[in-house]
């Protein structure tokens, strides 16, 4: 294989992994947008919906498609009473306090997870087909092409219904003002618990598509450090913006990996951020803040 096609091979894989983390990031930015609280603990709330769906599908034996039902029940379940029980009574609290709380979630779960299930790396049900297919005479891997597709397709779905809907209406009204949407009869802190909601859904997709592609270990959750440079480099304010940097910096892990070597690829995300930040401090697609004075 030349250089060119070796290349293409490896920038195709990249972009199918960034579409994983595009959809992790689509949830940060829901909780983000919403509450103005990042979640750093969206990692572990990923791993936490992977292995929901390893205890349906493989140790209850139970269909995947029941068992990722049942995950994604679960995993919001876990998000209500996080948002509710633990975050709501902190409103108003400086918002450091907040972010070190969802640091502290995240801790928790990544511990519960080693106490429940063990160390030990987990394979889960063949969901994604193996059969690899080619595209224009490249090889590519048929796990990670149809999570990427999978990844892609529900990012898409969810941006169209937060959009169109009137729950996505809510949400953005909630996003750029919570005292007006509250005077118009919005419940905002509804709006806070359906935002935690949906990324704890698309956590647990993005966890069982990562999961299944590779293995499933508590440090699965580790891949929210590449979801927090996709969701710096595309913007903290913007939906679209993460399915752009979630696809650049997959590509740029595996293109690095693959010129450099891997030794070089875990910080090739923090390079491009830093240099974002140097360059354009509220990212490829975010917009800048104006405040009245």
């Given at each position: 294989?030349?250089?060119?096609?070796?290349?293409?091979?490896?920038?195709?894989?990249?972009?199918?992994?960034?579409?994983?983390?595009?959809?992790?990031?689509?949830?940060?930015?829901?909780?983000?947008?919403?509450?103005?609280?990042?979640?750093?603990?969206?990692?572990?709330?990923?791993?936490?919906?992977?292995?929901?769906?390893?205890?349906?599908?493989?140790?209850?034996?139970?269909?995947?498609?029941?068992?990722?039902?049942?995950?994604?029940?679960?995993?919001?379940?876990?998000?209500?009473?996080?948002?509710?029980?633990?975050?709501?009574?902190?409103?108003?609290?400086?918002?450091?306090?907040?972010?070190?709380?969802?640091?502290?979630?995240?801790?928790?779960?990544?511990?519960?997870?080693?106490?429940?299930?063990?160390?030990?790396?987990?394979?889960?049900?063949?969901?994604?087909?193996?059969?690899?297919?080619?595209?224009?005479?490249?090889?590519?891997?048929?796990?990670?092409?149809?999570?990427?597709?999978?990844?892609?397709?529900i990012c898409v779905a969810l941006i169209v219904f937060f959009r169109f809907s009137r729950i996505g209406i809510a949400l953005r009204a909630t996003a750029a003002d919570q005292i007006t949407a509250f005077s118009m009869g919005i419940n905002v802190r509804g709006i806070f618990g359906l935002a935690w909601m949906a990324a704890a859904a698309a956590g647990t997709v993005a966890g069982v598509i990562a999961a299944s592609v590779a293995s499933l270990t508590p440090e699965l959750g580790a891949i929210a450090l590449s979801v927090l440079a996709v969701v710096i480099l595309g913007g903290m304010n913007s939906i679209g913006g993460v399915l752009v940097a979630g696809l650049l910096i997959g590509w740029l892990e595996s293109i690095t990996g693959y010129l450099l070597g891997g030794a070089y690829r875990d910080i090739t995300p923090y390079v491009a951020v830093l240099i974002m930040l140097m360059i354009r401090p509220h990212g490829l697609f975010g917009t800048k803040p104006v405040e009245r004075i």
């Open positions: 294989m030349s250089p060119l096609q070796l290349f293409i091979e490896y920038s195709l894989v990249g972009i199918a992994a960034g579409g994983i983390y595009t959809l992790v990031a689509l949830g940060s930015i829901l909780i983000f947008k919403a509450s103005g609280v990042f979640n750093f603990a969206m990692g572990e709330m990923m791993m936490f919906g992977a292995y929901s769906f390893l205890l349906f599908s493989v140790q209850l034996k139970l269909h995947w498609a029941i068992g990722m039902a049942l995950a994604i029940l679960v995993s919001c379940g876990l998000a209500w009473i996080i948002e509710r029980a633990v975050l709501r009574p902190m409103l108003g609290q400086p918002v450091i306090s907040l972010v070190m709380v969802t640091f502290g979630i995240g801790f928790v779960l990544r511990g519960i997870a080693s106490l429940v299930f063990g160390t030990d790396s987990y394979q889960l049900p063949e969901i994604l087909a193996r059969d690899p297919f080619m595209i224009f005479g490249i090889f590519m891997p048929g796990k990670a092409g149809r999570g990427f597709l999978l990844s892609v397709g």
